[in-house]
């Protein structure tokens, strides 16, 4: 079974600095990979996926992650953050097997 | 607006009782999902439903069981309530079986708090 890992429970960042939130994944058999966002009191949505193709993916509200089969790893990095990103951040990753797991969330605060 | 609903919103109930959650998937949408939130153990993959059948089973209690029924829609069943079981339990629904590949829309979840 694949296991996802994000290194960061919180992030503190100032409003229009970059950000990247980490995320690693260990699994046997081909993955998927994707990134949700929990704004406050909501359920989560969808920022970016790789299935396959180019290893570089962009997402809404310009966010992108890279897949990086070498260092399995699928981190999440916007240039410039605003305070409506401040969310928690989930990492997960898929297979063929029907299976899916979530990280634990990296929470995003986003400073004036 | 993800075009999944749930009710109720919230559900505050005692110990050892039951209590049913509902949940409508995106019109089109054949499978249904169900996670459990907590602060503890974070978000837990439950139970899938593709169009009334169960294609996958999670870290889901025996206590707890679900159905999709013939309109698509979902209820989840908690039953003999413990402490331990208040969470935000979210609904998802997608339009494909494969729960590692489809994108999955969100529900805005159901808050149930056992006193």
């Known amino acids: 079974a694949q296991s996802v890992t994000q290194l960061d429970s919180q992030v503190p960042v100032f409003e229009e600095a970059p950000v990247e939130l980490r995320c690693n994944y260990s699994?046997?058999?081909?993955?998927?990979l994707f990134w949700y966002v929990q704004y406050p009191n909501q359920g989560l949505q969808l920022l970016l996926k790789?299935?396959?193709?180019?290893?570089l993916v962009k997402g809404i509200n310009g966010f992108e992650a890279e897949f990086n089969k070498s260092q399995t790893s699928f981190h999440l990095r916007k240039p410039s953050v605003h305070i409506s990103d401040t969310a928690e951040y989930f990492c997960?990753?898929?297979?063929?097997?029907?299976?899916?797991?979530f990280g634990a969330g990296t929470r995003l605060t986003v400073k004036p | 607006d993800s075009g999944v609903t749930q009710t109720p919103k919230h559900l505050i109930t005692a110990t050892g009782q039951r209590v049913t959650l509902r949940c409508s998937p995106r019109?089109?949408?054949?499978?249904v999902y169900w996670y459990q939130q907590s602060l503890d153990q974070g978000l837990q993959f439950l139970i899938q439903?593709?169009?009334?059948?169960?294609?996958a089973k999670g870290n889901i209690l025996e206590r707890f069981s679900a159905q999709q029924f013939p309109d698509l829609h979902s209820e989840l069943n908690l039953s003999s309530l413990e402490l331990g079981d208040s969470a935000l339990y979210f609904c998802?629904?997608?339009?494909?079986?494969?729960?590692?590949?489809?994108?999955?829309?969100f529900g805005p979840g159901t808050r149930l708090t056992v006193l």
């Open positions: 998802a629904s997608s339009s494909q079986t494969g729960m590692g590949t489809d994108t999955q829309y």
């Open positions: 699994s046997s058999v081909s993955v998927y």
């Open positions: 790789y299935l396959s193709g180019s290893t």
């Open positions: 997960a990753v898929g297979s063929n097997n029907n299976d899916m797991r």
């Open positions: 019109s089109g949408d054949l499978s």
């Open positions: 439903y593709y169009n009334g059948e169960e294609r």
